[in-house]
């Protein structure tokens, strides 16, 4: 059995913006429960349930180390207690949130860059490189190297993710792909939904380990910590 696993950031379960994610994507990524559509104006639930599909099955979250499988002679309890020393060595700190469309999708983001941030997420990305095995020639055709930069494909092929360091951005996806002709639509659900939440601060003082169980298996949350406890 293949299993993966990814270094999130993600709020913890009773805080109010994962209440606020679990409704609007119909799943919970901690106890794993599905949830029934929101009530959405102009928006039904079929077309709910397709721009929502690859956010649900990941869970609610802002990748920092993309999904990987163990290296030969790693485990997962290894994985785990380097997790645990790695979040007790961090600090926290805020981030202020925006509501974005980046191309196609939708997705809380920074609304100004943070050096805390950026730090935070290059030591994920190093701390657990150990542990991540080379990605198979199926994973790595799945980024689409020949759309990427050069930079890009060149952080794809030292770390197994294009999106790291210098072309990091911190997005916590909401939906997929919409139409064009939709995205007003989705735009302004979206800003209802999540209006207590845009403009405003939101402390980045956990982590979270997820767990793809096999390919194709729905994200759960495997183990998640505070920020230097």
């Known amino acids: 059995m293949i299993v993966r696993y990814a270094l999130y950031v993600a709020p913890p379960e009773d805080h109010p913006l994962s209440d606020s994610a679990r409704t609007w994507l119909g799943r919970d990524a901690f106890t794993g429960a599905t949830l029934s559509p929101p009530a959405l104006d102009r928006i039904d639930a079929d077309s709910w349930r397709l721009w929502t599909a690859d ?98 494909r060149a952080l794809l092929d030292l770390w197994g993710y294009p999106y790291v360091f210098d072309q990091f951005q911190f997005h916590m996806s909401l939906t997929g792909p919409v139409p064009q002709e939709r995205q007003d639509d989705v735009y302004a659900a979206l800003k209802g939904h999540f209006d207590a939440f845009i403009g405003k601060d939101l402390a980045i003082s956990h982590l979270a380990l997820f767990e793809e169980p096999e390919p194709g298996a729905d994200f759960r949350v495997l183990a998640i910590r505070p920020l230097g406890l």
Do not use: M, W
């Open 55 to 152: 956010p649900r099955r990941y869970g609610f979250h802002a990748t920092i180390k993309a999904p990987f499988r163990l290296k030969d002679g790693q485990d997962k309890a290894g994985l785990l207690a380097a997790f645990d020393t790695f979040c007790r060595n961090q600090n926290p700190f805020r981030i202020k949130l925006a509501l974005a469309a980046i191309g196609p999708f939708f997705a809380l983001i920074e609304a100004e860059k943070s050096e805390a941030l950026a730090q935070f997420a290059a030591a994920v990305v190093t701390g657990f490189e150990p542990f991540r095995a080379p990605l198979s020639e199926a994973d790595y055709a799945r980024r689409r190297p020949e759309r990427l930069s050069d930079r890009e």
